[in-house]
């Protein structure tokens, strides 16, 4: 017998259990000094676990105060590192491409079901922050590769799993710009941003914060771990080691070229998502679970000279690459909504994508409401269904245009504009969503008046 | 006999005439005032011509020198405006939906041609002005559904073509707004901008300019003429209208919802492109040529209210929505190049979607020369192939990530990075592009150094 | 300027003329002595017209008396032959591979529609000409990309569009044995067929008829006219030279790789169809039209050595294979009938997927009966609309299992299955479609009766 | 808390232990009278486990001994019978439609690998037995979305996951038709079928037979069982139950409709493929494995006259329909073969899509030799890998057109000819397949030799 049959599982996680009672112990920040848990070979095939992106903190019921009331510093809690090793078990060394094919993603047995949540203004709010201030969250049954949802009525889809972070470890020079760079955002503070009003009310960025900190197998008590804890980077965005981008494509079957910045690479993975919309808007906004994903491992000796062309002023400003899988689902018919950089305000912005993309968003939501479903519930819904954004045009002074693509297939009734006047108005029948009150003094945007019609 | 044989060009345009010769009279700006040159009933069959983009200005040969030298102010030249009636001759009222059906788009036989560009920075650039600052150009032979390049070797691709700009008069009113919101933008100028400190040594608007106007059917010589010249906008963005979104999924097959401002809704259509990459990145980025459209239009009546939702401060605040065709060139496997909000300086930028797009750009730029390619080959390339650019995740403070998904089909080898090192490392017999120097003086990005190595 | 600026028509027609009064002759039958019309160079790209299958005895009328009319030893109008030469201008050899490129296919302007036909059962009928002996048509709008019909409501596709004939000239010998075997095959008569005993009331094959021939450049009044005619292969069938396989997707972008027999190659093309269904059932399936190629050949030295394995007995037992192109289109959601090797009056067949799939298309057309539809509608519609015929199983004995899938976006009410009770019944607002009487002798199948239901 | 937060497990198997041990009881036959071992409600999400096609019988190693002396009676190992009731807990009753949404399906933890078999040409063979009677056998390693062998080099692919069998169980009636029209077949030998004269020296048809009948709950020991093993059906080839119909499309996400004969429709699922490619020609040709099916059922009362056409002498005669998921692997480039309904012989056939798709078969197999595999490993591969069979004309007489597409981007070299003769030709470094010597007497084809040819 000379292969292999079975897929030993790495990195067993529970999600009954609070991430520090994992027998594998998680982590929250990125620290070149967190030891990895595990060694992996190139070419071995194996899985690891993960727990939610909240790390359980949010329930399966009608409730959405769990969600108001969640603690971010808690958030991402992250399988790994592990280092990884060549087969004479030379590690992967710095310099070098790191390769993870993700064989496959999937859900916990025995926790079949997802949320996406809206998080309260004060606690970060999403894209839309201020227009949808208030907190609110959506339940999904996970049935196979089909999600559904009871609070989202007449909409079902297939799911492009994935991890909504996977990254490698940094070293101490690039934590040490990371950390520099993103101080220095805050430190010049909002009135130095012109971009949309609205968006920077969100947090500006988020620094190393000992509180909550997860560090692996560095034991809280040690001196160790509170020096760590003070330097370590926030997980939040994405940066050169990958990290938390969030990118919906990068699904089951893809492959992606990780620089190598320590000795073994460090990879960790986390945050799974059974399925996003591009821009994952409302933050909370894919469809958060636990999971598993089924990977195998390669070296490229020295790839990163070779693949990669650094973008700044250190050889470490790169990012990583990657190619698609062939199993995304697949739909043929979009319909599309287009915004251009000018705000609801009506103010112009300069080639402002993100304006551009906000106001296709918007559009859409809208667009929605009128087959009776609430904002919140559109805003929810394109935040985890497979939805397309794409910067369409980026050249036309002064607006970039962006566009949101969204599949008809996954709606049970017929949404795309009637050309004759004598068909049918469908509507949903409505279902209460759970929600809260905002009740912070930040702006928001006044409630949009739905227009009221019938044909 | 009851049905059609043959489909009516309402619009016949010649491509070694000049603008100003064409038998039916082009324009290059937008008037609610500008007459339509031709009426169309709704579910009737039409073709209408259009030159290219620049209107003859580029010549199919080796220099870039009339790239260089280009009058900025001459782009566009529209056909139409066409007003539509319904069956009954009532014509499409402000607050109807008017719905474009792109039935076939094709280059006009005996100019199977086109060409992209990259503009002198002096003359407006494209979005990486600051790294491409001179003129180039590369010309590419359109057979059939293909195209290649004599410019740029080792690729062939097939065309999304679509007009890449297609809109409705503006009202008087709308006019207003779009006039008044741009030229506050230039009084502000680029000190208040902070986004990516280079994207705003381009133009920041492009305000009413007579110089160059074409109006149509209406005769420069008139008082109507300098009235209406001063106050029309120019074609350069996307607006309200439509107009020039540069959308390259507006493809053969596809279906756009246009706002009706005007009475007969006057829309023209122009500046016609046989493939483009999201973003069109390098200005005159598409491959730009002359061709035809072949259209049917519908009217929904009072659609404005019915499918769209004014986002800002006047009910004219909206944007079109479209359904994509069934014939997009088909591609399943993509190379996918990541960039987050931090520019090639270093600098952290805050949710910046246009700045992770610069980045994720570039990125793929200067993957691509490690194969053989110079930089403005490439630039040139990712301008006009089927490219996919999205916005991946915009919520993780402060990075937005963007990515940029190439398809491999489109090489005529295998450009995915090789994880043994043992195979034989490929490149492309390399040609000469023809472009210019730059002599300005606006600051330019130092030339970056291509890594060299051998495997 | 060192670029060909336009593509040169080599084989201009005109589809208001007679065959016998095109510029360029016309022929209709394959022989290895019919004399290329044009010469032409690997790597030039060149256009070439073509007039519909039966060459213009089909009119655009709502009458089915042209169709059961017809002239069936008239038809197949083929453009050619063409020899090809490489840049030297050495011809293409016998044992080379001739690769020809359809870098695009369309409808002639100003002759845009086209026709799908049933053919009586005494003139040939079709793949169910038991269940449909009586002749029908429908006509064919083209609008653009877009097919719709006056004679069968509720449908409207995007085309496949593609040269149901494409081949070589056979060489002498390879003619010798497809006479020979065609004869044998005559000979033996149905007796010895055992296959669905409906099939082979069909005619068995046709062999060479001097009637209503037509080659090429080869004056009729010639003795050499005679002997050639006499001994020349029909163009009925696909064989060895590629020829009339009538497969859909050999549409836009694709590439065929041809065997040479003769010098020069000589190949032809003709038989445009607007669009297919896999198995192009009802014989006139496609929706036929006149219109251009634009291709490109190169040559393959000794390819067929390289490429090829024969099959057979000689060495010139092969078939072409080819490259589908990137354009065929997009269509995600499908719904499959299926069928097994058991005929309609219960005999069971050993592994015949001609039977299966006969049954897999008898199911489709019933299925879609209850949507309003005439039977000969949906026995045309599934002739020329893009659905996908497959042998899915073909080793279970005794039965084989085929299968036809069909796009459910090309109907504009959603024809699926629907589980609840609840939905209402949709069925198309019916027309009337041309057809006429059966009056031959011929058994035919007893009329199905439709299943009448409410819901 | 109102959702479901787990799937149950309504039917458990465990590979490593032989059928007749299972917890709950396989069967092996078709009859009315196996009791249903589960009871499943309407819109209730569970999951079912599946023991492979010949339930343990083929092992993980480098020998064909164990597919040569398999016994082909004990084959196929069905999970079920389930009985379907409505929310009311009605059953499902005689003339409803049964819907079966596969939700997902996979490999059983733990058993992850697969295998593809040439059975000996005494032992049934497959569709090309008379060129490869000996038995050979494929390991595949399923590594998540993808499958790879040791013994077939160079390739790697996403499955097409799917039941190679789903159907209800047959009334009396039914059966008894069954039983008559094989053992018609039978009885009349093979002498009176003119198919292809290779295909009928496999087994016409399989009746029943008691030797290895596995009967579910009902005790071999009971003189029932001897009564209902006698006349039970062989689960062998697909029918009007659905039953094994092998269809590759069936997969993840897809929704059948099968119609229900007994009360409470007991249905039943096994015989699971990772990957399949249309035909399944090898016979034991997909890639076989363990696993599970996720599902959801509901009921269409009446659905069956509602919805399918009865083709054949009782209103029993129809087949299933199906409607597709969204998740079937993605490829867009394809090699296709070609085939006429000539055979190897040369000899004629009439419009005979078996011999057409034989010879396409047979094509494509000596295509891949010349890329240094052995016929035989392309023939296991063609069985597995997500190849298209298509009936592409079967209308121009006496010519049946089929074709074999095979995705271009499974192998990791490039497979497609080349034009120039300057590339270097590329072969895989050839490995031993394991395979047994053919020791029978029925006739075989000669060796086809490969060309062997240098460039």
């Known amino acids: 017998m000379n292969t292999r049959e079975r897929i030993p599982n790495i990195f067993p996680v529970d999600p009954n259990l609070p991430p520090t009672q994992q027998l594998k112990p998680l982590h929250n920040r990125w620290h070149p000094e967190i030891p990895p848990v595990a060694q992996v070979k190139v070419n071995s095939v194996f899985r690891v676990d993960m727990i939610d992106f909240t790390g359980g903190q ?3 019921d009608d409730s959405a105060e769990d969600v108001k009331s969640i603690n971010i510093n808690k958030n991402h ?3 790994g590192p592990f280092s990884v090793c060549d087969e004479k078990e ?4 710095p310099g070098d491409l790191l390769v993870v094919e993700l064989c496959d993603l999937g859900a916990l047995p025995g926790h079949e079901w997802g949320y996406t949540g809206i998080f309260d203004r004060e606690n970060g709010g999403g ?7 208030n907190a ?3 339940i999904w049954d996970l049935e196979g ?3 559904s949802s009871r609070h989202i009525p007449g909409v079902r889809f297939a799911g492009n799993i994935h991890p909504g972070l996977i990254g490698t470890a940094p070293s101490k020079e690039l934590l040490g710009i990371w950390n520099e ?3 220095k955002l805050l430190e010049e503070g909002p009135e130095k941003i012109t971009l949309s009003s609205v ?3 969100r947090p500006m960025a988020m620094l190393p914060e000992p509180k909550e900190a997860l560090l692996g197998t560095i034991s809280p008590k040690s001196a160790e771990f509170q020096r760590i804890a003070k330097e370590a980077a926030r997980t939040i965005p994405g940066r050169e080691n990958g990290g938390n981008c969030d990118i919906k494509n990068l699904t089951r079957g893809s492959r992606i070229y990780l620089p190598v910045f320590v000795e073994g690479a460090n990879f960790s993975i986390g945050d799974l998502h059974f399925s996003q919309g591009d821009g994952e808007v409302s933050f909370c906004g894919a469809i958060e679970m636990s999971g598993f994903a089924i990977m195998r491992c390669q070296i490229i000796r020295n790839g990163m000279d070779k693949y990669l062309t650094p973008m700044g002023p250190t050889k470490l400003h790169v990012n990583p690459i990657f190619e698609v899988g062939p199993l995304e689902p697949r739909y043929s018919e979009f319909l599309v909504f287009e915004g251009v950089s000018v705000d609801e305000y009506g103010k112009q912005y300069y080639m402002d994508a993100s304006v551009a993309y906000k106001r296709a968003v918007l559009n859409c939501i809208y667009y929605f409401t009128k087959f009776g479903y609430t904002p919140e519930q559109v805003y929810l819904l394109m935040s985890c269904c497979p939805c397309e954004g794409r910067i369409s045009g980026i050249v036309d002074v002064p607006n970039a245009c962006a566009t949101l693509a969204v599949p008809t297939a996954i709606f049970d009734m017929d949404i795309r504009p009637k050309v004759p006047t004598q068909h049918v108005h469908v509507k949903v029948r409505q279902v209460s969503l759970p929600q809260c009150t905002y009740d912070g003094k930040l702006p928001t945007f006044p409630r949009i008046q739905r227009p009221t019609f019938s044909d």
Chains 1, 2, 3, 4 share one sequence.
């Open 199 to 201: 968006l920077h009310h």
């Open 58 to 60: 949010i329930k399966n």
């Open 127 to 133: 894209f839309l922050a201020d227009h949808f201030p």
């Open 90 to 93: 030379e590690p992967a060394k």
């Open 145 to 147: 590769v089909y999600a």
């Open 77 to 79: 809690h992250l399988s």
């Open 181 to 183: 760079r993103e101080r």
């Open 136 to 138: 609110a969250k959506a």
